[in-house]
């Protein structure tokens, strides 16, 4: 995990985003539909309804 860090780190906001955006569309793939549910609340914190029915429609 400390290696991912260190390189996420070295790259600017932007670009970390997007390829770890690649990555998870591929992990997601993977996984269940309440994982990657439970994976979203998890990285935007215990959200109201609103924020997390908006999250569905993404």
């Given at each position: ?7 996420i780190n ?10 770890l ?11 269940s ?26």
């Amino acid at each position: 995990m400390d290696e991912i860090q260190k390189i996420i780190n070295q790259m600017g906001p932007e670009e970390a985003l997007t390829r770890l955006g690649v990555v998870l569309r591929e992990l997601f793939a993977q996984v269940s539909e309440e994982l990657r549910q439970d994976f979203v609340v998890k990285l935007i914190g215990e959200a109201d309804t609103d924020k997390v029915t908006s999250l569905v429609h993404l």
